[in-house]
């Protein structure tokens, strides 16, 4: 372990009432960052809340603060100092410039604002910080769609950041081809091929590209050069990133074999990111620098724009009282029509004594009350209708070689 990775390990444990509990069976002068425990997500983000908060190392006294997904009722907040948030930006914007990005390019930022979220200032920090110096127009994922087209038009914009699903609502504004975009970056969902050639049909003339691959939970995750095929990205010298056995959590160095992202920021000191599952299943192309992005794992679903995960699952069953005594819980993610769906799987010991349809309408109500993020995709027909299906415990997906519950199933990368 390199004496940066360890420097700044002994810095969060000696400062984190969290990580201090957490390792506090590690020996503190000798150890390999495969003795430490990986995070658990429902457990760091129980203790990282606003009032009484374990995880950070001191007083935020400047920076900037994100909502970082979560509940109605539990809120996920992300802290950054002034200097975190200035690196975070300096990285990414290091990455954008392996774009194809030129000096003079006129572009139009459709990520998401306010409300706390993070993506469109930080694309519009990173971008600023570029030394190619290109022109941008802050349009944001909120402006209606034929405003957007208007403004592409008449501004003559040759470049397109946002979502996926942004960028193909507004794709379907143009009634023909449009030439004049060359470049689309798209970040915060993946790219299906048949996102890609409905953007291709209507851009004819633009390079698609992943922007790079960031989260508000973690930080600077991994940026795309000219050597990387679609779904891969390179990682950042300012983190460490892992790839773990989903089963057994040990380190893979094998070159394609798929495990779970395990990443490491050794820039964010106020809220610690060690040994944390970002959430996806990867496979290395090149050991520690280049991996490829294959879907979601068991840290939670992510449909379209929207995440959702087992918290939010049990939240809405708490809403819901004794209507239905369920055991387990599966999400399966797949895809209906171009558009992402969430299949919800409550898995119960007994049927009979229900009514399931009762149930299901009841469960899909308070989900929306939970969740009111996945309602508006829904009703903005950027995402399908959320399925539920209440099973027998013994009918939900194992893994087949360990009988273990898979609690997230991806099908769309199947």
Same mark, same amino acid.
Request: aromatic fraction near 10%; hydrophobic fraction near 35%.
């Given at each position: 372990?390199?004496?940066?990775?360890?420097?700044?390990?002994?810095?969060?444990?000696?400062?984190?009432?969290?990580?201090?509990?957490?390792?506090?069976?590690?020996?503190?002068?000798?150890?390999?960052?495969?003795?430490?425990?990986?995070?658990?997500?429902?457990?760091?983000?129980?203790?990282?809340? =606003?009032?009484? @908060? +374990?995880?950070?190392?001191?007083?935020? %006294?400047?920076?900037?603060?994100?909502?970082?997904? #979560?509940? /109605? !009722?539990?809120?996920?907040?992300?802290?950054?100092?002034?200097?975190?948030?200035?690196?975070?930006?300096?990285?990414?914007?290091?990455?954008?410039?392996?774009?194809?990005?030129?000096?003079?390019?006129?572009?139009?930022?459709?990520?998401?604002?306010?409300?706390?979220?993070?993506?469109? =200032?930080?694309? @519009? +920090?990173?971008?600023?910080?570029?030394? %190619?110096?290109?022109?941008?127009?802050?349009?944001? #994922?909120? /402006? !209606?769609?034929?405003?957007?087209?208007?403004?592409?038009?008449?501004?003559?914009?040759?470049?397109?950041?946002?979502?996926?699903?942004?960028?193909?609502?507004?794709?379907?504004?143009?009634?023909?081809?449009?030439?004049?975009?060359?470049?689309?970056?798209?970040?915060?969902?993946?790219?299906?091929?048949?996102?890609?050639?409905?953007?291709?049909?209507?851009?004819?003339?633009?390079?698609?590209?992943?922007? #790079?691959?960031?989260?508000?939970?973690?930080?600077?995750?991994?940026?795309?050069?000219?050597?990387?095929?679609?779904?891969?990205?390179?990682?950042?010298?300012?983190?460490?990133?892992?790839?773990?056995?989903?089963?057994?959590?040990?380190?893979?160095?094998?070159?394609?074999?798929?495990?779970?992202?395990?990443?490491?920021?050794?820039?964010?000191?106020?809220?610690?990111?060690?040994?944390?599952?970002?959430?996806?299943?990867?496979?290395?192309?090149?050991?520690?620098?280049?991996?490829?992005?294959?879907?979601?794992?068991?840290?939670?679903?992510?449909?379209?724009?929207?995440?959702?995960?087992?918290?939010?699952?049990?939240?809405?069953?708490?809403?819901?009282?004794?209507?239905?005594?369920?055991?387990?819980?599966?999400?399966?993610?797949?895809?209906?029509?171009?558009?992402?769906?969430?299949?919800?799987?409550?898995?119960?010991?007994?049927?009979?004594?229900?009514?399931?349809?009762?149930?299901?309408?009841?469960?899909?109500?308070?989900?929306?009350?939970?969740?009111?993020?996945?309602?508006?995709?829904?009703?903005?027909?950027?995402?399908?209708?959320?399925?539920?299906?209440?099973?027998?415990?013994?009918?939900?997906?194992?893994?087949?070689?360990?009988?273990?519950?898979?609690?997230?199933?991806?099908?769309?990368?199947?």
């Amino acid at each position: 372990m390199n004496n940066r990775l360890f420097e700044h390990i002994k810095f969060v444990r000696e400062n984190s009432e969290f990580y201090k509990e957490l390792y506090r069976n590690v020996d503190e002068d000798k150890f390999s960052i495969s003795d430490l425990p990986i995070l658990s997500q429902d457990a760091y983000w129980k203790c990282n809340r =606003l009032e009484n @908060n +374990k995880i950070l190392t001191s007083v935020q %006294e400047d920076g900037v603060v994100f909502k970082s997904g #979560g509940t /109605t !009722g539990a809120p996920k907040s992300s802290f950054f100092t002034q200097e975190e948030w200035e690196v975070f930006t300096d990285d990414f914007s290091f990455g954008m410039s392996h774009l194809e990005l030129k000096k003079g390019d006129r572009c139009a930022n459709l990520f998401y604002s306010g409300d706390l979220y993070a993506s469109f =200032l930080f694309i @519009n +920090k990173s971008v600023e910080k570029l030394k %190619e110096k290109v022109i941008q127009y802050p349009v944001t #994922g909120q /402006t !209606g769609l034929k405003e957007c087209h208007k403004i592409i038009e008449d501004f003559n914009i040759n470049v397109l950041f946002g979502v996926p699903t942004s960028l193909i609502n507004l794709a379907n504004q143009f009634e023909s081809s449009y030439d004049h975009i060359d470049q689309i970056y798209y970040g915060g969902e993946p790219l299906f091929e048949d996102q890609r050639e409905m953007l291709a049909s209507k851009f004819p003339q633009a390079h698609i590209s992943s922007i #790079g691959y960031a989260s508000v939970d973690g930080g600077q995750l991994g940026y795309v050069d000219k050597t990387c095929s679609l779904g891969e990205h390179r990682v950042f010298d300012n983190t460490y990133m892992e790839i773990v056995d989903p089963e057994t959590n040990e380190v893979i160095t094998e070159i394609g074999k798929v495990g779970k992202l395990i990443f490491t920021n050794l820039s964010r000191r106020l809220m610690p990111i060690v040994r944390y599952p970002v959430g996806d299943m990867a496979s290395w192309s090149e050991f520690g620098q280049k991996f490829n992005l294959l879907g979601r794992s068991d840290e939670g679903a992510r449909i379209g724009p929207v995440t959702v995960s087992r918290e939010d699952i049990l939240s809405t069953l708490k809403r819901m009282g004794s209507t239905i005594d369920v055991q387990s819980i599966q999400l399966v993610i797949g895809r209906e029509n171009g558009k992402d769906y969430l299949h919800i799987y409550l898995g119960v010991k007994v049927k009979d004594n229900l009514n399931i349809d009762e149930c299901i309408e009841e469960f899909k109500e308070n989900f929306y009350l939970e969740r009111p993020m996945y309602l508006k995709e829904k009703n903005s027909e950027n995402i399908v209708d959320v399925k539920v299906s209440i099973v027998l415990v013994e009918e939900l997906a194992k893994n087949p070689r360990t009988g273990k519950l898979r609690l997230v199933i991806d099908e769309r990368f199947v």
